[in-house]
C-alpha cells in the first residue's frame, strides 16, 4: 500500500517556525503520512509565483499525492479554502488564484469549496489557516476520507491571467518570461510543445531566439556556453529558459517578469 504524501508550497520562510507547526498539524492527525517540501521560499505574498511553482511541480509526484499551497494575504478574510481534484491529485489552499496554472493546463477537474469545519482544527486562529483548516484537511484526506466529504462543487473560483505565447506569423513566436529562480536564469512561457508547433512550418529551419534584441543562442546544457554571453535551453520543466553559464541572467542583462522573448524559424 503506497503511503501517502502531502507536499508544502508556501512563502512562510526559513527562519519561522511555520512550516514546521503545519507539519505538526498533518501529523497530529496522520502520522504515517510522508510530507515533502516543495519550497517555503516564494516571495511574500506572491500569488502568482505560488502558481508559477505548483504547476511546474506537481506533476513529478505520484498519482493521489496531496499538494497544499499557501501564499495567501487574504486569509482570515472572506476568501474561501479549496479543495482541487483532478484525475490524479489533490490540492488545497485559498481561492485567490494560486491554482490557475493547474485550472488552465487539467482537461479534468473539480473545484470543492471547503465547508466541512469539523475536519478543521477545534481552535482556529483569523491568521494561520494552513495549520488550522489546510493541513487538517489535507491529512484527513491523506486517512481516507473521500472529498465529496469536504464540500460542494463550485464554478466562481478565482481565475489569475497568465500570459499564453502568441504566434503573429506562422514562423514567429512571442512570449515573456514568467519567473526569475534562484541563480538568476529567466524561465518563460514558451513550451517544448510551442516550439514543435513552430519547427512544424519547416522542419529544416533554425531557431533564432532573442529579448531585448540580445541574441540568445539555444544550448542543450548550460556548460556549451561559450562565453558569459546570454543563452537559452530548454529546462527540465520543458520550458524556454534564459541563462548565463555561472552567472545571472537577471542580473547582467537586466531580464525582469514580464519582458518580451521572440523566437523566429529561418531557412536551415
Keep these: 500500500?503506497?503511503?501517502?504524501?502531502?507536499?508544502?508550497?508556501?512563502?512562510?520562510?526559513?527562519?519561522?517556525?511555520?512550516?514546521?507547526?503545519?507539519?505538526?498539524?498533518?501529523?497530529?492527525?496522520?502520522?504515517?503520512?510522508?510530507?515533502?517540501?516543495?519550497?517555503?521560499?516564494?516571495?511574500?505574498?506572491?500569488?502568482?509565483?505560488?502558481?508559477?511553482?505548483?504547476?511546474?511541480?506537481y506533476r513529478q509526484f505520484p498519482?493521489?499525492?496531496?499538494?497544499i499551497v499557501v501564499a495567501d494575504p487574504g486569509v482570515g478574510s472572506s476568501?474561501?479554502?479549496?479543495?482541487?481534484?483532478?484525475?490524479?491529485?489533490?490540492?488545497?489552499g485559498p481561492d485567490n488564484g494560486v491554482f490557475s496554472v493547474l485550472y488552465n493546463e487539467s482537461e479534468r477537474f473539480e473545484v470543492l469549496h471547503v465547508t466541512a469545519d469539523h475536519y478543521f482544527n477545534h481552535e482556529r486562529s483569523a491568521t494561520f489557516h494552513a495549520r488550522d483548516i489546510f493541513a487538517p484537511i489535507a491529512a484527513w484526506l491523506s486517512k481516507g476520507i473521500g472529498s465529496s466529504n469536504f464540500g460542494d462543487p463550485i464554478k466562481d473560483f478565482v481565475r489569475l491571467p497568465f500570459p499564453v505565447p502568441k504566434m503573429p506569423t506562422r514562423t514567429a513566436l512571442e512570449g515573456e518570461v514568467i519567473q526569475i529562480d534562484h541563480f538568476g536564469n529567466?524561465?518563460?512561457?514558451?513550451?517544448?510543445?510551442?516550439?514543435?508547433?513552430?519547427?512544424?512550418?519547416?522542419?529544416?529551419?533554425?531557431?533564432?531566439?532573442?529579448?531585448?534584441?540580445?541574441?540568445?543562442?539555444?544550448?542543450?546544457?548550460?556548460?556549451?556556453?561559450?562565453?558569459?554571453?546570454?543563452y537559452a535551453l530548454i529546462n527540465s520543466m520543458d520550458r524556454i529558459e534564459l541563462f548565463v553559464y555561472r552567472g545571472s541572467a537577471s542580473r547582467e542583462f537586466e531580464i525582469r517578469v514580464g519582458d518580451t522573448l521572440g523566437i523566429i524559424l529561418v531557412n536551415g
Design 1 to 57: 500500500m503506497q503511503i501517502p504524501i502531502i507536499t508544502l508550497t508556501t512563502d512562510f520562510g526559513y527562519k519561522d517556525p511555520l512550516s514546521g507547526i503545519v507539519k505538526g498539524s498533518i501529523l497530529s492527525i496522520n502520522p504515517e503520512v510522508n510530507i515533502v517540501d516543495i519550497t517555503h521560499g516564494i516571495n511574500r505574498f506572491s500569488v502568482r509565483e505560488a502558481a508559477l511553482t505548483i504547476g511546474m511541480s
Design 79 to 92: 476568501r474561501r479554502p479549496l479543495m482541487v481534484v483532478t484525475d490524479k491529485y489533490y490540492f488545497i
Design 186 to 230: 529567466a524561465i518563460t512561457n514558451i513550451r517544448i510543445e510551442d516550439l514543435k508547433l513552430l519547427r512544424s512550418v519547416n522542419p529544416e529551419g533554425a531557431i533564432r531566439i532573442a529579448t531585448k534584441d540580445i541574441q540568445a543562442p539555444l544550448k542543450e546544457y548550460y556548460s556549451q556556453a561559450e562565453d558569459k554571453g546570454l
Design 63 to 67: 498519482p493521489r499525492t496531496i499538494h
